[in-house]
């Protein structure tokens, strides 16, 4: 068995190390998808700026960050425990609610959507809504939306939103309301009396 001492010889052990982690690497790459979307939309308190849509199909959750200035947002979606929450950043106060399965896009169509831009333009359909009702009281125990939403609402007032059913009516809740632009697909509409005077900060 011949040997090489020179420094750019490989041993073997370390040969078979890099090829598992260049084998580990190409099968959890795909589990994890960033896309960063330009989104212009004048029509909504929230609706321009730049999006970040970070996607974990190991996790099941998806994340959407939307830098806008002092009107940035973070909306985490937790498909394994059926809760999304978004941070907004200027009002400091998280909300949370249950996910709506038939309105919210599933994680694999939400990855197809992003990444192939699907919707953009003239003459695409019309994004989908979302109202919510915002609780007076906050909530005590993040624990039991997971530890994702826990994470990303610790330290802050944290309040529950109920969905507020039938058609949306810019005319009741537009004063009362911070509406979220989720790329071209989804407008999510926070509103009630509770969080009247964060939005007025």
Not at 6 to 30: R, Y
Not at 60 to 86: I, P
Not at 119 to 146: E, I, M, T
């Amino acid at each position: 068995m011949s040997s090489c001492s020179s420094p750019l010889c490989t041993p073997a052990d370390m040969k078979v190390t890099m090829l598992l982690m260049g084998l580990l690497g190409f099968f959890v790459a795909p589990g994890f998808a960033n896309y960063n979307i330009n989104v212009n939309d004048e029509g909504n308190v929230a609706g321009s700026g730049q999006q970040s849509v970070n996607i974990n199909n190991a996790h099941n959750v998806a994340n959407v960050d939307t830098n806008n200035g002092w009107d940035s947002w973070n909306s985490l979606w937790d498909y394994e425990n059926g809760f999304a929450a978004t941070r907004l950043f200027s009002k400091k106060s998280c909300v949370v609610h249950k996910m709506n399965n038939d309105v919210m896009p599933s994680l694999q169509t939400l990855d197809a959507l992003v990444k192939e831009q699907k919707g953009q333009g003239a003459g695409s359909a019309p994004p989908k809504v979302l109202k919510y009702s915002v609780n007076s009281n906050q909530v005590d125990d993040l624990n039991k939306f997971g530890q994702n939403i826990a994470g990303m609402c610790h330290g802050l007032p944290t309040y529950l939103a109920e969905e507020i059913p039938g058609e949306y009516s810019p005319t009741v809740h537009s004063k009362k309301c911070y509406t979220l632009s989720v790329l071209w697909i989804l407008n999510i509409s926070l509103c009630g009396s509770t969080l009247q005077s964060e939005f007025e900060k």
